[in-house]
């Protein structure tokens, strides 16, 4: 049976959703890239800029388009949205950004046929929610980037205190894509050592609580200095588009909508999740420590109340 041609859309074509498509389009990720913006102009000549540089990055067909390009799409990628203004609370900006989520939800279902829908745009748990709510898909098509951007940056800031090579460096964060999030120290090993003997017998004290506050903190360090985060969260999702399109059922920390997991209902966090061509296939169920399954309730209740708060 011949294989079709691999496609993913991204709609909003500001400096994550360019970004994005420039970083999947380096990696040769698939045949045809589609770039959707309420600003067509704009959506045009990022799609012109890229392919511009198609020389270097192998056959493609990389266009703009409108919704009803995301036609056969294996995944489309949300990033439409406004960033929070000076002053500005997370309130105002989630109230602004839902919005956006609910007219882009309403304008891609008119044309949808499959695919696994994947949500950048922050407050990210609460897009991913709404969008999974009001598209009507089926549990887990529609997932967030969550804290796989904070687990890279938790990995980071790990390595450069332990002064080791990052890819040997493995723990994650869980919970909300925000304030509430956690480090799940159970989980970090260095080269298969737990954390703790690694540190001991290099002689490192290791000050666990500046570094998940370096990790927390350092999306708005980088927005402080030049306005935006754009490139570090386009290199994780070309790296979950190609979890998706490849089917790999790769473990990450996404957010998407729980079930009962470990009593949490009706709300989009980040847990350990395998990822594939559906989006998220099932959950797994992490031997938190007693610490960190609270941390994760808390979590949980923390982002219900402010869905709550915004009548979602």
């Not at 074509?13 to 589609?34: D, K, M, N, P, Y």
Request: proline content about 2%; charged content about 20%; aromatic content about 6%.
């Amino acid at each position: 049976m011949e294989r079709k041609p691999t496609k993913i859309s991204i709609i909003g074509a500001g400096a994550v959703g360019s970004s994005v498509a420039f970083s999947i389009a380096t990696q040769r990720l698939v045949a045809e890239i589609v770039i959707i913006d309420v600003n067509a102009e704009k959506a045009e000549g990022e799609a012109m800029d890229i392919s511009h540089g198609i020389i270097t990055m192998g056959s493609m067909n990389i266009h703009s388009g409108s919704y009803a390009d995301v036609v056969d799409s294996d995944l489309i990628i949300i990033t439409a949205g406004v960033g929070r203004k000076p002053g500005e609370t997370r309130l105002d900006l989630a109230a602004k950004n839902v919005a956006i989520a609910r007219d882009v939800t309403k304008n891609l279902m008119k044309y949808y046929n499959g695919g696994a829908v994947m949500v950048i745009s922050n407050p990210v748990d609460v897009i991913t929610y709404l969008i999974q709510k009001e598209s009507g898909l089926p549990a887990g098509r529609v997932f967030g980037t969550g804290t796989v951007l904070d687990s890279a940056r938790f990995r980071y800031f790990l390595s450069t205190r332990l002064d080791a090579d990052i890819r040997n460096i493995h723990g994650f964060t869980a919970g909300e894509h925000g304030e509430s999030q956690f480090a799940v120290w159970s989980s970090v090993h260095v080269s298969g050592m737990r954390l703790d003997s690694f540190c001991a017998k290099r002689g490192i004290a290791l000050d666990k609580d500046e570094v998940i506050k370096d990790t927390v903190s350092s999306g708005a360090q980088v927005i402080k200095r030049k306005g935006v985060t754009n490139y570090a969260i386009a290199a994780i999702a070309a790296e979950l588009a190609s979890t998706v399109v490849k089917n790999k059922h790769s473990i990450f920390s996404v957010s998407s909508v729980l079930h009962d997991y470990y009593g949490i209902n009706d709300v989009a966090i980040s847990v350990p999740s395998f990822v594939g061509d559906e989006g998220v296939v099932g959950n797994l169920v992490y031997d938190f420590t007693a610490e960190e399954t609270e941390k994760l309730r808390n979590s949980a209740k923390q982002l219900r109340a402010f869905l709550d708060s915004l009548g979602i």
